[in-house]
Every structure is written in C-alpha cells, then in structure tokens.
C-alpha cells in the first residue's frame, strides 16, 4: 500500500488518515483505491471495533474529489470514476462496526459525503461542509444529495447545495450532523474518547443497533419497529447479553466477546 491513506492501529481502533495535505487531502483516484483497501483490512479484522477517519495537516479532512482529475477525465472515465465513488461511500455508509468523522478543516465535496457517510461526527472548531459542486457546473454525486437532505433536512440541504455556503462546525452541530464540536489540538483525543466508550458496548448489540438506524431512514415507523423487535429478541440469545446482564447483577465490567 502507498502512503495516500496512512492506517494507524490503536488497539481496537483504526485510524485511516486521508494524506494529501498539500492538496487539501483531495480524493484522486489512488487515493481512493488506497482507502479501498484500508477498508476491507479493517473489515476483515477481527480485532478492529471503531474506524476513525481524518485527514493529514491543519487545514483540512478532504476538501472533495481531485479537480485536477476531472479536467482531464473522458466522459466514460468520469462515469466510472463516480461509480467507483458510489461502491466506495456505500462501502463506509454499510461499514458494519462504528466508524467516525474527525473533521479537522474543510469538508467539501466528497469529503462532506464521506463524512455524512460516517456513523459519528466530530468536528474542530474551524471545520467547513459544503457541498460546492454547482460552481463547477456539477452537482454532487457521493450522495450529498440524498444523504445531507437526510441528516439535516430539505431546507439545510437546498441553502448548502443551492448557495454553495460552507457550514460552519457550530452550524452543523446545530443542524444534527455532528456530535461534537472541539478544539484542533483535542481533535484526536476527543475521536479516542468516542471510540473507547463505544468499545465498552458489546460489539454485536453495537452492530446491530447501527444497522437500526439505517433502517429508521429507509422503512415505514412499522416495519423498523418489527427489525428493532427482532434484532433484541437475536440479541437476548447471544452470550455477550448474558455475560453483560450477569455482570451487572454481580456489579462487575462485563468481558464481551463478539457473540
Ligand atoms: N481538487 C484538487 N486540488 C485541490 C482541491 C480539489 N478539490 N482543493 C484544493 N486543492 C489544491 C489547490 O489546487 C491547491 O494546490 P496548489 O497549491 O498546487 O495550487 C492546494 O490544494 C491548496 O488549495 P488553495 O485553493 O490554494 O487553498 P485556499 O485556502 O485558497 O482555498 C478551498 C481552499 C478549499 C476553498 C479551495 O481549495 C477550494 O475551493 N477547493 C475546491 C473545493 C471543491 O470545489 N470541492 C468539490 C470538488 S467536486
């Protein structure tokens, strides 16, 4: 692997660092294949429970796709270039264990969608989400559309998409996007603080209510009330629950193991 995704490992957490500093961590098609892979290890590691994505230097998380690409890209290679996008956000959008945001600067373009593809946000006080894909003449193609109209709502969604305006961190804490609002240099530790407490959750009953919520933005109030039903009634079974219930009577930290 190169060195446009730099995989850290901390335990039970990844930290998948977007590294293209001096060009605002914009996704080229390398870098994209980069983090591709970084995905699947991390998916297919057992020991990994949280990812944490970010980005290299100060001044940005990923200030959307390469520009640069586009100018050169035939229509058929910017058809398959979005394609790729598409498999790659759903791929973070489906990540099976929690992934977050540490968004540390600009969140443009592709690198708000991927944020919004992310289960938890944080966010440093001079983060910026846009979504300015209409002053080039385009529009969003990483479901900014769909998943910002989503998270925030249709009017958040027509002023970012249609003015081209760059929330601040506080305005998308206000609007639901982001957890947690802190300052550059707490950035990391604030990202680790959320992982450890997530890490303390049994890993299944985690999963599971992840996938719940996806659910909560696809199916009618009923049917996600049968999933959340039938996803608890699963859960009792598994020996996490009983170790967990067990160690709560006895007044003691549960030991989960991954059933
Ligand atoms: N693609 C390719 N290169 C990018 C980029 C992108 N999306 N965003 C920034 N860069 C590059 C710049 O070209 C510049 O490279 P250079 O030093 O070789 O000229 C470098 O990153 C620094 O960016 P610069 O524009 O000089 O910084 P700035 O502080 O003046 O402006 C932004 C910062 C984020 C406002 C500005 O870079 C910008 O508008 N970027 C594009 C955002 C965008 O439209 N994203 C959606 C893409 S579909």
């Known amino acids: 692997m190169g060195d446009l995704v730099i995989v850290e490992r901390r335990d039970a957490v990844r ?12 996704l080229s098609t390398p870098m994209l294949t980069e983090l591709e892979a ?7 590691d057992e020991a990994t429970r949280v990812v944490i994505l970010t980005g290299a230097g100060d001044r940005a998380f990923v200030a959307g796709a390469d520009i640069g690409e586009y100018a050169e890209q035939t229509d058929e290679a910017f058809d398959a270039f979005q394609r790729f996008c598409r498999r790659l956000f759903d791929a973070i959008d489906m990540f099976p264990d929690p992934v977050i945001a540490a ?14 593809c992310c289960d938890v946000l944080i966010a440093t006080s001079t983060a910026r989400f ?11 193609g990483g479901g900014g559309t769909q998943r910002l109209t989503r998270a925030a709502g249709p009017f958040v969604a027509a002023d970012v998409l249609a003015s081209a305006r760059r929330l601040t961190a506080d305005e998308a804490l206000r609007a639901g996007i982001v957890a947690e609002v ?22 299944l009953a985690v999963r599971e209510m992840l996938a719940l919520v996806r659910v909560a933005l696809e199916t009618p109030l009923a049917e996600g009330l049968d999933r959340e039903h039938d996803a608890l009634v699963r859960l009792r ?3 996490d629950a009983a170790e967990g219930v067990r160690a709560f009577v006895d007044k003691r930290e549960p030991r989960f193991g991954r059933g």
Request: overall charge negative.
């Open 15 to 26: 930290i998948l660092t977007f590294n293209r500093p001096d060009k605002l961590n914009a």
């Open 182 to 203: 802190v300052a550059p240099e707490e950035l990391l530790a604030a990202a680790l603080a959320k992982a450890g407490a997530i890490v303390k959750g049994a890993p």
């Open 237 to 239: 079974r598994t020996a």
């Open 130 to 140: 846009g979504l300015p894909e209409g002053l080039l003449g385009l529009s969003p």
């Open 103 to 116: 968004v540390n600067g600009y969140a443009l373009g592709g690198g708000f969608e991927i944020a919004l």
């Open 38 to 44: 970084a995905l699947e290890e991390a998916r297919e």
